[in-house]
């Protein structure tokens, strides 16, 4: 019964190493209130995996960069914008190794190997006028399946602008 007990720990401390993680950087000097424009001006996936380096994926993070820039009361431009947004895509398989008592008594040991892949979301507001980093995001993302990452962007840009505008420190 212990056993069985410790291995389930080890398997959910393992998961819960696989949770969400959003970093938010940003230009303390920057006046956010001057910027009403914005556009996304490109982006890049790196990653091997079908699932992840498409089009339609390119598509999604562009949309929900786009939805969340409006909700926070910024206004689309087609030209010349305040704000030009981009973002970076990557992603690679990582493995896992915990070693945890099994056997008799716990005197023995059991190795647990856990698969996964590593999606990183970086987001980037630049200052249009000056060409210059105001604002970054950096959104890691585990999974088992690189498939569940894509079905994670939405997620992972709406909790990104949830600090949009920064407050000053």
């Not at 590593?118 to 000056?130: E, F, H, K, P, Y």
């Not at 604002?135 to 949009?164: H, L, M, N, Q, Y």
Request: glycine share 8%.
């Amino acid at each position: 019964m212990k056993r069985t007990a410790l291995l389930g720990f080890a398997l959910l401390a393992s998961a819960a190493a696989l949770a969400q993680k959003v970093d938010i950087d940003f230009d303390e000097s920057v006046d956010f209130s001057l910027f009403k424009t914005f556009a996304v001006r490109g982006g890049r996936i790196n990653a091997k995996h079908p699932s992840l380096d498409n089009s339609l994926v390119e598509k999604k993070i562009q949309n929900a960069i786009v939805a969340q820039l409006k909700a926070k009361g910024l206004t689309e431009a087609t030209g010349r914008a305040d704000l030009n947004a981009g973002y970076l895509l990557g992603a690679r398989g990582k493995t896992e190794i915990d070693v945890v008592p099994a056997g008799w008594r716990g005197r023995g040991r059991r190795r647990v190997v856990q698969h996964y892949t590593q999606g990183t979301l970086v987001l980037d507001l630049r200052d249009a006028a000056r060409n210059q980093l105001v604002w970054r995001a950096v959104c890691i993302e585990t999974a088992s399946d690189p498939g569940k990452i894509d079905d994670r962007i939405g997620k992972d840009v709406k909790k990104a602008f949830e600090k949009f505008p920064p407050k000053k420190k």
